[in-house]
């Protein structure tokens, strides 16, 4: 029989679950009730770690697909954290789990320097909180002053708003965000496939604005195939009051 384990952790509501082996028929209920149980009750964030599952099948797909539905009756969005280079990567990106749960793209770690992450995810209102998680994590681990934290944070969580407000109809998308480094230069890439309108907001402030001053230099390309945005920041520089 395949061995799959699950290790949970929990605080102030928010629950990360790791998994690691082979995920699939065999053992999938298991490792379902072991999760049902640690999500079980007042939750404000759920995060899937695969980083050390080695194999998934389709009942485990459906295993994140029905847990990600069930939380969205909660309001809340699921985290799923996937290696890049992950056997299990293609699956979920097959599986279309971007459409209702925030994937989370990173780089193994290597002892050396963090590598880039990207955030695929609904272009919903609820997945702010998802990226601006995954934001905070990775700024501190490239040694992030607070000051550019918070820029960083402002001008990507206006892009990713725009796109929310902008790019897509009732039918819905996904928006990327892609955060990498450049030598000593933050590059945040912001990415739709939506073909952009008026907000379905009015007044919604001036999100452009705010991008232009909160980075070092931004562009913001239409086009038919969407739209992307592109934030760079330094790392370090100086720090008005």
């Known amino acids: ?14 629950v990360c679950i790791r998994l690691s082996g082979e995920i699939d028929r065999a053992n999938v209920s298991a490792v379902e009730g072991q999760i049902r149980a640690a999500v079980f009750g007042q939750r404000t964030a759920v995060s899937v770690d695969l980083t050390d599952v080695s194999y998934l099948d389709s009942t485990g797909k459906q295993l ?46 290597d002892g050396s320097q963090v590598g880039p992450v990207e955030v695929v995810s609904p272009a919903q209102a609820r997945a702010l909180k ?13 040694g992030a002053s607070p000051y550019v934290v918070d820029d960083v944070l402002i001008a990507v969580g206006e892009a990713c708003t725009n796109v929310i407000d902008h790019a ?27 073909l952009w309108g008026q907000p379905s907001v009015e007044n919604r402030g001036r999100g452009t604005l705010f991008m232009r001053h909160c980075s070092d230099d931004l562009r913001i390309d239409h086009g038919p195939s969407g739209t992307t945005v592109v934030i760079r920041r330094h790392l370090i520089g100086e720090e008005t009051q």
């Open 130 to 142: 998802n990226i601006r998680h995954t934001l905070r994590r990775w700024l501190s681990e490239v």
């Open 168 to 194: 897509y109809g009732t039918e819905g998308g996904t928006v990327n965000v892609h955060l990498g480094l450049q030598g000593l230069d933050l590059v945040a890439t912001i990415a739709d496939t939506g």
């Open 1 to 14: 029989m395949t061995v799959a384990v699950a290790e949970m952790s929990a605080d102030n509501g928010s």
């Open 64 to 109: 994140l697909f029905d847990l990600a539905l069930g939380l969205q009756e909660s309001q809340i969005m699921l985290e799923v954290v996937v290696p890049f280079d992950s056997s299990t990567r293609r699956l979920i990106e097959l599986s279309g789990l971007q459409s209702i749960a925030a994937v989370v793209l990173m780089h193994r770690p």
